[in-house]
Structures are given as structure tokens and as C-alpha cells.
């Protein structure tokens, strides 16, 4: 899945949240301090980590490119 986004980065919580992989940001957030989110391979556990075009989220099987 591709997520486009309009400015030049997206924070990571917000990211979870547009893309649908978490129903709000308290999710979004548990998640991410959870380490149950990796970006670009690793896990981040930033909640608040700039995602830029190129980045790939990966959550629960899916993943979803910046674009």
C-alpha cells in the first residue's frame, strides 16, 4: 500500500492512522511503544520519528510505502 502524503514528512503515529493500520492515535501510539513497528527494516519505537518519502512502515503483516 502506498500512503501519499503532502508535506515533506509524516510523523510515524500519524502515519499508522491515515494508512488505516490503527483505528486512532492512542493505538497508533501503544504500538509504536511496543515495539511492534519497524521502519525500513528496524523497529522504531519514536511514535513521533519523521517518515519521508521512501520509508517503508511495517505493522501486523502490512506494509506501507511513503510516497
Known amino acids: 500500500m502506498e500512503l501519499r502524503i503532502r508535506d515533506e514528512y ?3 503515529g500519524q502515519a499508522l492512522k491515515a494508512a488505516g493500520l490503527t483505528e ?3 493505538e497508533a501510539k ?5 515495539g511492534m ?5 528496524e523497529v ?4 513521533g520519528r519523521k517518515c519521508v518519502p521512501g520509508d517503508v512502515i511495517e505493522f501486523q503483516g502490512e506494509t506501507v510505502s511513503i510516497v
Do not use: M
Open 44 to 47: 522504531d519505537t519514536r511514535r
Open 30 to 34: 501503544e504500538a509504536v511503544q511496543a
Open 10 to 12: 509524516i510523523k510515524l
Open 24 to 26: 486512532n492515535g492512542a
Open 37 to 41: 513497528v519497524k521502519v525500513n527494516g
